[in-house]
């Protein structure tokens, strides 16, 4: 039974990029030794306001619940309740290459026209590494943007592998076969994302049916008027990908269905596909974030399941390493 861990940031707020890459995948194949985490130490890398942090980090968690994830089976819970996170990330900051680093084009782009960053900021995928080869994860289901980060934690934990003898699980991520990168339904080249000026393009878990509808409405589309997905037609491509990704259907049967028929009619059709596809868990989470006292207890049982694990590790990292144990 191959062991599975998945992070997400509370920060910005949730939307359907992280739904179809990420979280409903979460929810569909729960295993005991399945773990998903609240990463709100990746969310101080660029400042926070501590209240804000505070009621997005148990928000997100009433998602992930309405998302179906249980915590009778799977492991919820939130980073920073688990110290180990952070003791391993300074070990792996040992192994980890400045140059590899350099390298990683999520950190080129967050950085990217800011005066300030911090090296929280730089040293983030080191911080994505330890949380999971804390749990010895075999796979680690993410949208592709998160791609680059589970090879390098591959690298990271095969050098340490290497030099200290095998103490870590080489993780593989896997990725949805449609919705692997859900584009801004107004910037159809840029990924759908919780940092977007505006959310005009951004279809957020949270919002009501008709404002969804109208934004889908609203998506640039392409010139021509065919339904086809192809590289010169990105707003068609996406939504056509969308369509896919809440129905299940081949993006080639949806071509088919549409043949002949106008975007307006196309668009009709997907944002009735999106809104189905949401309500359930909209309407779960309108019960699950009325309840934050109950959202809390399971997220305390999670961190103390996690713990367990992740403290196995690092017994075996410290020995490894070399350092005396406290008498
Ligand atoms: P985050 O919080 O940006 O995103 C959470 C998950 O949603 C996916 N995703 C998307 N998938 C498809 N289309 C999109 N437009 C889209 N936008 C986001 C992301 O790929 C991700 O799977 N660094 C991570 C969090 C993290 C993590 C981890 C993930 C920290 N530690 C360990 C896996 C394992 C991040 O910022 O994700």
């Given at each position: 039974m191959p062991?599975?861990?998945?992070?997400?940031?509370?920060t910005g707020d949730p939307h359907l990029g992280n739904w179809i890459g990420a979280i409903s995948r979460w929810a569909a194949a729960q295993e005991p030794g399945h773990v998903f985490c609240i990463v709100d130490l990746h969310a101080i890398t660029i400042p926070k306001d501590p209240a804000e942090l505070r009621a997005k980090t148990l928000d997100l968690a009433?998602?992930?619940?309405?998302?179906?994830?249980?915590?009778?089976?799977?492991?919820?819970?939130?980073q920073s309740h688990v110290r180990e996170h952070t003791e391993l990330t300074w070990i792996l900051s040992c192994s980890a290459q400045m140059g590899e680093l350099n390298r990683m084009t999520q950190f080129k782009q967050k950085s990217a026209g800011r005066e300030?960053?911090?090296?929280?900021?730089?040293?983030?995928?080191?911080?994505?590494?330890?949380?999971?080869?804390?749990?010895?994860?075999?796979?680690?289901?993410?949208?592709e943007d998160q791609v680059q980060h589970i090879e390098l934690t591959r690298d990271i934990a095969h050098r340490f592998n290497t030099r200290f003898g095998e103490t870590f699980t080489l993780p593989k991520a896997t990725i949805p076969t449609a919705g692997a990168r859900i584009m801004d339904l107004q910037v159809p080249d840029a990924k759908m994302s919780k940092s977007a000026e505006t959310d005009a393009g951004v279809i957020l878990l949270a919002e009501t049916p008709a404002r969804t509808a109208k934004k889908i409405m609203r998506a640039i589309t392409d010139s021509g008027s065919e339904v086809v997905a192809g590289p010169d037609k990105p707003g068609v491509t996406n939504l056509l990908d969308l369509l896919s990704a809440v129905t299940g259907r081949e993006v080639p049967a949806l071509?088919?269905?549409?043949?002949?028929?106008?975007?307006?009619?196309?668009?009709?059709?997907?944002?009735e596909?999106?809104?189905?596809?949401?309500?359930?868990?909209?309407?779960?989470?309108?019960?699950?974030?009325?309840?934050?006292?109950?959202?809390?207890?399971?997220?305390?049982?999670?961190?103390?399941?996690?713990?367990?694990?992740?403290?196995?590790?690092?017994?075996?990292?410290?020995?490894?390493?070399?350092?005396?144990?406290?008498?």
């Open positions: 062991r599975v861990f998945s992070g997400i940031q509370p009433a998602w992930l619940l309405a998302a179906g994830i249980d915590p009778e089976v799977s492991t919820l819970f939130v300030s960053v911090s090296v929280g900021l730089y040293t983030y995928p080191v911080l994505q590494a330890a949380d999971i080869l804390a749990y010895q994860a075999d796979e680690v289901p993410v949208g071509e088919e269905e549409f043949a002949g028929r106008m975007y307006g009619d196309f668009k009709k059709a997907v944002a596909a999106v809104n189905d596809y949401l309500q359930p868990a909209r309407d779960r989470y309108a019960e699950l974030s009325a309840d934050p006292g109950e959202v809390q207890r399971l997220l305390a049982i999670g961190a103390d399941r996690a713990r367990e694990v992740a403290a196995t590790t690092m017994a075996a990292v410290r020995e490894r390493v070399g350092f005396l144990p406290s008498a």
